[in-house]
């Protein structure tokens, strides 16, 4: 184990297959779960581990640190609070990154909109679905515009199609009527 910035660790294990190094983060994350006592006063650990396999994901110690980075930046997003670095989490990372660095040069991406099914609405989890999908993505909610088409709406009003909606707005989302008045089919 080696202190490589002011909070962050590495720790390198030798000669171990993927499932292997998952149980040992598992372990190391339980292990510092259990509150330390330092003159009679618990101390709890906030803990956020990022693992890289070498040598099949990357081909040099400067690369595996690195993406060992991105990978405890990316637990940190999330609960629990670890992740195995992985293509999809680069491309991921890359995508946040470019979407960041167009913010900052003054592009704004704008809303994206999204058309929701009846069915799909008509699902009681929806709404959680959503929010959940939007905050692991960082997604702000006012950038995501939820279209539904007013027969949709009108003719599946069910409980679930109210709360979906009604829970979707109070979080920030924007639905919107989709093909307002032109009837329709859902």
């Known amino acids: 184990m080696a202190r490589v910035g002011g909070n962050e ?27 330390f006592h330092v003159d009679g006063v618990p101390l709890a650990l906030a803990l956020s581990m990022g693992a890289r396999r070498y040598p099949g994901d990357a081909t040099d110690a400067p690369q595996l640190l690195r993406c060992a980075g991105m990978a405890t930046r990316a637990a940190k997003a999330q609960e629990p609070s670890k992740a195995f670095f992985s293509s999809a989490l680069q491309e991921d990372i890359e995508a946040r990154f470019a979407l960041q660095q167009s913010r900052e040069a003054g592009f704004d991406p704008g809303v994206f909109s999204v058309n929701v099914s009846a069915e799909q609405l008509r699902l009681p989890g929806l709404a959680q679905e959503v929010i959940a999908a939007a905050r692991d993505h960082r997604i702000e909610p006012r950038c995501l515009e939820l279209e539904i088409t007013e027969t949709a709406f009108i003719s599946q009003a069910t409980e679930h199609v ?23 089919p859902p």
Request: charged share 30%.
């Open 162 to 184: 109210e709360r979906n909606v009604r829970a979707l707005r109070q979080h920030g989302f924007t639905v919107a009527l989709d093909d307002f008045g032109t009837g329709s």
């Open 9 to 35: 660790f590495c720790l390198l294990v030798h000669d171990v297959e993927a499932s292997e190094a998952e149980r040992a983060v598992d372990r190391i994350d339980r292990a510092l779960q259990a509150p």
